[in-house]
């Protein structure tokens, strides 16, 4: 990561100021772990949603920067948001609001990964006009590395 981008981020944290926010969410930075070996020596960053209306922390978002073998499978973006915050858009909302800080990182693309099943977070894929690129099947190091699933679809957030 860039270091600029890296004091940007260690500033959010420390006076826990939003990293982006629209009129139903803020980011604020939870975390920042650079050149993690499980990763592949990629970046990550870790992000609470949360409810502006409320205040309350309705989930979260990472933003992994780098491409290694584990990322294949695991894709730049993850997200999850808790159960009594799902159908409002909120991980569609954090992964746009995203997009700024990924392109600043030097990515024009990034892969979302999701379930087969999961059916929420394809349909957020879906309206983030992201490409299907191919249902890939999990090696069993990466299954039992991040607990993930045995099959992933991977589809292709274009940053632009």
């Known amino acids: 990561m860039k270091p600029s981008l890296f004091r940007k ?32 020596f990629a ?4 992000l609470s949603i949360i409810e502006k209306r409320r205040g309350r922390v309705a989930g979260e978002i990472a933003l992994r920067i780098g491409e290694s073998k584990p990322l294949y499978y695991l894709g730049h ?4 948001v808790d159960l009594p915050y799902r159908g409002q858009h909120f991980a569609m909302r954090a ?5 700024p800080f990924l392109r600043k990182a030097g990515m024009r ?5 999701t379930d087969e099943d999961n059916h929420p977070s394809i349909r957020t894929c879906e309206r983030l006009g992201c490409r299907f690129e191919s249902t890939v099947d999990v090696p069993l190091w990466c ?9 992933k679809r991977r589809y292709i957030f274009d940053l632009a």
Request: charged share 20%.
């Open 109 to 113: 693309y990034a892969v979302i990964t």
């Open 9 to 40: 981020l260690n500033i959010l944290r420390f006076l826990r100021m939003p990293f982006a926010e629209d009129d139903a969410i803020r980011l604020r930075v939870k975390s920042i772990l650079l050149s993690v070996p499980e990763l592949g």
């Open 95 to 99: 992964c746009a609001l995203s997009c």
């Open 77 to 80: 973006i993850g997200y999850h």
């Open 43 to 46: 970046d990550s960053i870790t």
């Open 143 to 151: 299954v039992n590395e991040f607990h993930i699933s045995r099959r």
